[in-house]
């Protein structure tokens, strides 16, 4: 199946066609993990392909062998610096109802944000898109850099 490309959030994120705050965190095997640019609360981020993909049957051999192990370093990582209740790994891949490039969300979920919005799980996230607040730059660039030095910081994620 041929898909456009045009006007994907995802690729242009990936090519800096659009501001990133916080910059690439990790690439790893066809795949890109960059903090998300929603209001999904700081330290919440994507794993997505590198290249365009709008269904997961459309994934290569590599790219499909990379994922679990790229997804459970993910997680370790933003569990590492967040120190959440419960890490959420979900997949999203509309936009106004068409599919679009795939990605996977990370989101650390606290005490204070299910408190917050008196929700879990999907309520949750639905409550925080609702209420819109997009985190700090500055808090989203802090939490990038600890995020990778957790990628790097030797074998307990790796």
């Given amino acids: 199946m041929t898909v456009s490309t045009d006007s994907c959030l995802s690729c242009d994120l990936i090519s800096g066609a659009r501001p990133l705050p916080g910059g690439r965190i990790r690439e790893s095997s066809g795949w890109v993990v960059e903090h998300c640019v929603g209001p999904l609360g700081v330290g ?16 290569d051999e590599a790219e499909s062998a990379a994922l679990g192990p790229l997804l459970r370093r993910t997680a370790a990582a933003v569990t590492e610096v967040v ?3 419960q890490v959420y790994v979900c997949l999203w891949s509309h936009a106004g109802g068409v599919p679009g490039h795939i990605h996977f969300v990370v989101q650390p979920i606290i005490k204070a944000d299910m408190t917050r919005f008196n929700a879990g799980g999907p309520e949750l996230q639905t409550a925080m898109f ?10 989203v660039e802090e939490v990038c850099m600890r995020l990778r030095d957790a ?6 994620i790796e």
């Fill in 44 to 59: 919440t981020v994507v794993v997505k392909p590198l290249r365009h993909v709008v269904h997961v049957a459309d994934l």
């Fill in 83 to 85: 120190r959440p209740e």
């Fill in 130 to 139: 609702r209420a819109g607040e997009f985190p700090d730059e500055y808090e």
């Fill in 151 to 156: 990628f790097t910081g030797g074998d307990r």
